[in-house]
């Protein structure tokens, strides 16, 4: 990295000082005015755009459309669910008052106290009770269903403790929220859209993650049952990268959402809610960033390629803007995303270390000699290295370079998540390696008991029973001795 861009803090040397460091200086995000909230700069909002626009293209092909719900939910619908609201209730925002005025000595505004609200209004923490408050209307007949609606918004969750992306108290996201007919098809639903998160993580995120279901006490409030993908980051600490729930008929029941089945019989509707946000950037900058910035995954780059010249004067920068604006019109037209940096207000240097700082996955640099000999320098960002090879035939060769550096990176990440899973069964022994991080796959009894027990004296949390484990024998439990009901992976996470 070129000297004017390299003052991130080393990962080794205080993980958390480089990721708030690079959020910031990659031009994601910053601290808003308000505590615990965020404003997402252009680039940050471009890869999280990118990130929308595939998942969307992955929901609408299940069938899902999308919609929009109220900010403003009356604070009685809450109260119709009394897991929901016990377990959002701290987290509320309420709106009390719908207007402001002068005060006294006229230099000021406060509350109108004449205008207080009839009924207090939660700014959305989260969107079932008011959707099951609208599918009440829409939901009348078995023919009516399934109702598959997702939306784009933001939520409100009033948060003591933030961070850029992981956690503030506003962030955006996506709430699936479904209607059926029959459980069978509610949970047949909730799974699928955890493989949708699933696959979309591995595939465009390049990110590998455990499936599985949480326990009983880390269910999203309202549950029957809650599904999970779980990623590994490079400080060993886990971070939940999307939910899917089975709601059963909690909130058809709640706001009585009744149908009429095929025998002419009236049933609750069966209920799913499943959402991403933009924890999904701290997941992918925690993934594969390294201590010169951020490394994206061509899939989800914002810009795949960079071309930049490196001329003397106008009539050599006209020379290489004719021959690389080809070269950029010609990646343009194979569908890569392409920016051609010919700016005079930035040295070259500069330019190469502010493009590797925010992940740019390929360069291509060109000066008056490269013109001559008809070639080109490429430096891929993921492994750093360089080559410089003939400019002819090289945007093919780009297109090609970048589903193997996407592959690469997802490569790279598999084999971290892989050698970073351990089987443990003794407890003093998991004490002590837990510190270091990593997934742990422990036998484990099923109580509430153990599990309070093992957050309190590690500060670690049951993540989810994971899919693909053989729980035929899951052995004895390492802290209550007694038979265990299944393996789950145990880690300390964000």
């Known amino acids: 990295m070129a000297k004017e861009l390299s003052f991130l803090t080393k990962r080794a040397d205080d993980y958390s000082k480089w990721y708030n460091e690079l959020v910031v200086k990659a031009d994601l995000a910053e601290q808003a005015d308000v505590r615990g909230c965020m404003v997402i700069k252009p680039y940050g909002m471009a890869i999280w755009e990118s990130i929308q626009h595939e998942l969307d293209r992955r929901f609408k092909e ?126 047949a639903r909730a799974r699928q859209m955890l493989d949708v998160y699933a696959d979309f993580a591995a595939e465009y995120m390049a990110m590998p993650v455990v499936r599985g279901v949480k326990s009983e006490t880390e269910r999203f409030a309202g549950a029957l049952d809650t599904y999970t ?30 149908f009429v089945d095929r025998d002419n019989k009236p049933q609750y509707a069966w209920a799913t809610s499943w959402g991403v946000s933009t924890r999904l950037m701290g997941a992918l900058i925690m993934t594969h960033s390294d201590d010169n910035g951020l490394v994206l995954p061509p899939r989800l780059a914002p810009i795949q390629v960079v071309i930049i010249p490196i001329y003397k004067g106008d009539t050599e920068l006209d020379e290489l803007n004719e021959k690389l604006g080809a070269l950029r019109d010609e990646l343009q037209a194979m569908g890569v995303r392409v920016k051609y940096d010919n700016a005079d207000n930035k040295r070259p240097g500069f330019k190469f270390a502010d493009y590797e700082l925010k992940g740019v996955p390929v360069r291509l640099v060109m000066g008056a000699r490269d013109l001559e000999n008809g070639t080109v320098e490429l430096m891929r960002r993921d492994t750093l290295a360089k080559e410089t090879l003939p400019v002819e035939g090289i945007a093919a060769h780009v297109k090609i370079l970048l589903e193997k550096i996407q592959t690469n990176i997802y490569a790279k990440a598999k084999t971290f998540l892989n050698e970073h899973i351990f089987e443990c069964n003794d407890y003093a ?66």
């Open 429 to 494: 022994e998991f004490k002590e390696r837990v510190k270091e991080g990593g997934f742990f796959l422990c036998p484990w009894d099923g109580t509430t008991e153990v599990e309070e027990r093992i957050k309190a004296e590690t500060q670690a949390t049951i993540r989810c029973v994971p899919y693909g484990v053989d729980q035929t024998n899951p052995g004895i439990d390492m802290v209550s001795g007694r038979p265990a009901t299944c393996r789950v992976i145990i880690a300390r996470s964000y």
């Open 229 to 258: 993908i779980e990623a590994l980051m490079q400080d060993g600490k886990a971070l939940q990268s999307g939910t899917s729930h089975f709601l059963g008929q909690n909130f058809g029941k709640a706001f009585d959402v009744t």
């Open 62 to 187: 299940t069938g899902v459309q999308n919609a929009y719900f109220p900010l403003l939910i009356p604070k009685s619908f809450l109260s119709r669910e009394a897991e929901h609201v016990e377990g959002f209730a701290k987290e509320c925002a309420v709106v009390t008052h719908y207007r402001l005025k002068t005060n006294e000595t006229g230099d000021g505004v406060v509350v109108d106290p004449a205008a207080k609200l009839e009924e207090e209004l939660i700014i959305r923490p989260t969107s079932e009770t008011t959707i099951w408050n609208t599918y009440k209307k829409w939901i009348h007949s078995w023919r009516d269903l399934p109702v598959l609606c997702n939306q784009w918004c933001n939520v409100m969750r009033w948060e003591m403790r933030t961070r850029l992306f992981l956690r503030t108290s506003e962030f955006l996201w996506q709430e699936g929220h479904t209607a059926h007919a029959t459980r069978e098809e509610a949970e």
